[in-house]
């Protein structure tokens, strides 16, 4: 069964630096999605992309973050200038169309900011 | 904006049925998900409602009523594997359909 993939699994980076989250969606879905979670809290929405653009943006995410899909596979997440309230379980997802939208996430990349 | 209310925990035996409710005050809705999640992975999805009733698929159903803001899953026949987070999602009505989660009820199941 086809499945989202996320690398890495675990990311520790120094406050200030810059991280690159990766997943790579099912490879039929059109709409991608990256959420976080910090621990013990909900799972929140970041961003929407489609069509090579982002379609919606939620208000964590700010300038220090970027998205894109370099390739025809991957799909990146980019925190420019980590800070330590970045620290959390980063999940990528996917889902084959809109109206119907059963997003397929993946196992999440847990970020630590120190 | 959208605001969404669970209990955030329950505890149930293993072999019953267990009820989690959710409401939601929402801008725009396209459908209410149900994912269960367990400790450090990620949401799984488990059900899906967009019109009102009943969505049964084995032993979990889920429940909408759109005119109340309110939706139920219901879990049958307990499993010790069934202990989880269960998060109620709304979908919005913006164009990619982004999910907002609630909190989460966390479900332990006893033997």
């Known amino acids: 069964e086809p499945e989202v993939t996320q690398t890495p699994s675990h990311q520790v980076t120094q406050m200030g630096q810059e991280v690159i989250l990766r997943c790579v969606p099912i490879?039929?879905?059109?709409?991608f999605y990256w959420y976080r979670q910090i621990l013990g809290q909900k799972v929140e929405f970041l961003v929407s992309?489609?069509?090579?653009?982002?379609?919606?943006k939620s208000e964590i995410f700010d300038d220090q973050f970027s998205v894109e899909r370099p390739d025809g596979s991957n799909f990146t997440l980019k925190i420019r200038s980590t800070k330590l309230e970045d620290s959390a379980m980063y999940f990528c997802?996917?889902?084959?169309?809109?109206?119907?939208?059963?997003?397929?996430f993946g196992p999440g990349t847990r970020l630590t900011v120190l | 904006g959208q605001n969404i209310d669970q209990p955030t925990e329950m505890t149930a035996t293993e072999g019953a049925i267990v009820q989690i409710n959710c409401t939601y005050q929402?801008?725009?809705?396209?459908?209410l998900f149900w994912y269960q999640q367990h400790a450090g992975e990620a949401p799984t999805f488990l059900s899906y409602?967009?019109?009102?009733g009943l969505e049964e698929k084995g032993r979990f159903s889920s429940f909408l009523s759109r005119s109340k803001g309110y939706s139920y899953l219901l879990l049958k026949e307990l499993q010790m594997k069934d202990s989880a987070s269960y998060l109620c999602?709304?979908?919005?009505?913006?164009?990619?359909?982004?999910?907002?989660f609630g909190s989460g009820t966390q479900l332990t199941v006893l033997p």
């Open positions: 992309f489609y069509n090579n653009e982002i379609s919606e």
């Open positions: 999602a709304v979908s919005s009505s913006g164009s990619a359909r982004q999910l907002t």
């Open positions: 997802a996917s889902s084959r169309q809109s109206s119907y939208n059963e997003q397929f």
């Open positions: 929402t801008s725009g809705f396209n459908g």
């Open positions: 409602n967009v019109l009102d």
């Open positions: 490879s039929n879905h059109l709409y």
